[in-house]
């Protein structure tokens, strides 16, 4: 596991990008899972202003780790947000993007884009593995949509979950612990002060949070997380030993 600590958020999105870059210069084409929330929105704004063209997006297939049960006309839906804020703005085929339908019945779309994901996604030891996993990280430590008092949906046998959101009882599909583990590299981004006494459990005392946070889970079989966090998000660790 790395950690980076950008600045700002402005050097945070820098930071991943980069990463991204060496790795899309290592392959031909990639699959890259998106997150939602609002570490991504800005990530996807600082793309489409400063590299719209300076990066080869038809080179990239993109799939999310989760999404909210809704249409995707809904400002709630994480591809409504993927839609306006880069592919509306960058040069993307419509046929590399490989949304979560959230409009659909919810267990029946967890089955589909299982099948979507074992279909279109080289696998390693039988089990789909994306080249890039971006996720965030929620205030109450969820990651995904895996929330803290569902932690039991991280070890499902299955590729896609149900979750539920535990205050407006909003139906998600997410990848599971089982697809999140097995991707090539998984990078956490998380910005913001109000994150940081869940950084600082997960990255310090990792075994115990590991029983209480979905996020403290994320450990892929590959050995390649990245954790981009911001100064405000990393403030309450201890010490900083992590280079950036
Ligand atoms: O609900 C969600 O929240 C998490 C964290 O988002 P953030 O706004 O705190 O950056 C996100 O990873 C997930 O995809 C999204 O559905």
Known sequence: MKIKIAEDIASLNKAFTEW????????????????????PKSLFDYWAKHHATDIDWEKI??????????????NESNYKMA?????????????HIFRIYGENDPEKEAKRYAEVLKREIKTVNGIPSFDILMLGMGEDGHTASIFPLQIHLWDSE?????GTH???GQKRISLSGKTINAAQNVAILVAGEAKADKVKEIIESKETAQKRYP????????????????REAAKKLAAEPYSF
């Open 166 to 168: 535990p205050i407006t």
């Open 83 to 95: 839609k306006e804020h880069l592919f509306d703005r960058i040069a993307i085929p419509e046929e």
């Open 20 to 39: 991204m870059k060496t790795i899309l210069s290592q392959q031909e084409e990639i699959t890259l899972a998106l997150s939602g929330g609002s570490t």
């Open 158 to 162: 299955e590729l896609c979950i149900v």
């Open 215 to 230: 996020a403290a889970k994320v450990s892929p079989t590959s050995g390649n997380l990245v954790w981009f966090m911001d």
């Open 61 to 74: 297939k993109f799939f999310w780790s989760d999404e909210r049960c809704v249409p995707p006309t809904d």
